[in-house]
């Protein structure tokens, strides 16, 4: 095992996190059953929707990333835009997570606590971002647009694991 598993394995053992899962359990409670859950899980597609979903705010924010990093001056509208569109996509993305979340078990939810709230960061940074750029401060929306980026990746990286290793969310 890597330093990594190490850190990812420790997570789904930390009963310490389940305070967190706790509250989580809460917001995915409010999601009504029926044909929204099926919607927001993907069952109308066969597989699990939030996955698929991540692309979007992941893509808006890399791109507006790389325009910052090479576009110059002329990106700037740009990139405040594609900043913006990752945050309207956030919403969907997180909700549909939620619905995955009820057919978690315990190590998942721990997992899964540590990486919303790791995607939660990234949408607050993100969105101070957002705010900065539009207020002229384009370097403090820059900087903060690159911490949001390291917390999606921490994000991204628990969420791959979910997947990937775990085998959530089961998309039925």
């Given at each position: 095992?890597?330093?990594?598993?190490?850190?990812?394995?420790?997570?789904?053992?930390?009963?310490?996190?389940?305070?967190?899962?706790?509250?989580?359990?809460?917001?995915?409670?409010?999601?009504?059953?029926?044909?929204?859950?099926?919607?927001?899980?993907?069952?109308?597609?066969?597989?699990?929707?939030?996955?698929?979903?991540?692309?979007?705010?992941?893509?808006?924010?890399?791109?507006?990333?790389?325009?910052?990093?090479?576009?110059?001056?002329?990106?700037?509208?740009?990139?405040?835009?594609?900043?913006?569109?990752?945050?309207?996509?956030?919403?969907?993305?997180?909700?549909?997570?939620?619905?995955?979340w009820r057919r978690t078990?315990?190590?998942?939810?721990?997992?899964?606590?540590?990486?919303?709230?790791?995607?939660?960061?990234?949408?607050?940074?993100?969105?101070?971002?957002?705010?900065?750029?539009?207020?002229?401060?384009?370097?403090?929306?820059?900087?903060?647009?690159?911490?949001?980026?390291?917390?999606?990746?921490?994000?991204?990286?628990?969420?791959?694991?979910?997947?990937?290793?775990?085998?959530?969310?089961?998309?039925?």
């Open positions: 095992m890597t330093t990594l598993d190490d850190a990812v394995a420790r997570l789904e053992d930390s009963e310490q996190l389940d305070a967190l899962t706790r509250l989580f359990d809460r917001v995915a409670a409010t999601i009504p059953h029926g044909a929204v859950d099926d919607l927001l899980r993907g069952k109308p597609l066969g597989h699990a929707l939030h996955p698929s979903l991540t692309d979007l705010p992941i893509g808006f924010w890399t791109s507006a990333t790389v325009l910052d990093l090479v576009g110059g001056e002329r990106s700037r509208h740009a990139a405040r835009l594609l900043v913006g569109l990752g945050l309207l996509s956030a919403a969907p993305t997180a909700l549909a997570g939620f619905a995955d078990g315990t190590a998942a939810r721990r997992v899964g606590a540590v990486h919303a709230v790791a995607n939660e960061v990234a949408v607050s940074c993100y969105a101070l971002s957002w705010l900065a750029r539009g207020r002229g401060r384009h370097g403090l929306g820059v900087l903060t647009g690159l911490v949001g980026a390291t917390a999606a990746s921490v994000g991204g990286l628990l969420g791959g694991h979910l997947t990937l290793a775990m085998g959530e969310p089961a998309g039925d």
